[in-house]
């Protein structure tokens, strides 16, 4: 059973905000997917956004997983919270190397003001997915401050 948004305009909210995003779309990455505690998020290849090898920057990846992780979050959170990290892990497993980056961030446990999530990301090349990293994120609603979602 999907968990219940606290908020009925999650969707808007989580849109927009990514909208707001700079970052983002600095980098070319897409929201593809929203759903309660679930976001999707695609970055095409670029070769500006590479290491040395080729494949794309460790910091690239880990960039749209914490954000995969923040917007799950924020999409169960109340409607007056934002969202910012606290604590993230990430293990590389294969090279970040194919046409796009695929990211879904999942909330595996929501509360009222700390909230785990994880992301993994997918390599996309030729229709085949490969994992190519994880995340273990931990996410903090907050209020107030001059912060919005």
């Known amino acids: 059973m999907p968990p219940e948004p606290r908020d009925p305009t999650y969707e808007a909210r989580v849109r927009s905000s990514f909208e707001r995003q700079k970052v ?12 309660p505690g679930s976001i999707r998020i ?5 070769e500006d956004l590479t290491q040395q090898h080729g494949y794309l920057h460790a910091g690239i990846v880990t960039t749209v997983m914490d954000s995969a992780c923040g917007f799950a979050a924020l999409s169960l959170m109340a409607p007056e919270a934002a969202v910012l990290a606290i604590e993230l892990k990430a293990n590389f497993i294969a090279p970040a190397a194919g046409e796009s980056i695929v990211v879904t961030g999942t909330v595996l446990k929501s509360g009222r003001t700390i909230t785990v999530c994880t992301a993994q990301a997918h390599a996309v090349s030729d229709g085949r997915q ?8 931990t996410m903090m609603a907050v209020t107030g401050r001059g912060i919005t979602d």
Request: net charge neutral; glycine share 8%.
């Open 42 to 46: 695609s970055l095409p290849y670029r």
């Open 130 to 137: 490969t994992l190519v990293a994880t995340m273990l994120a």
């Open 24 to 35: 983002m779309s600095t980098i070319g990455a897409t929201l593809t997917g929203v759903e």
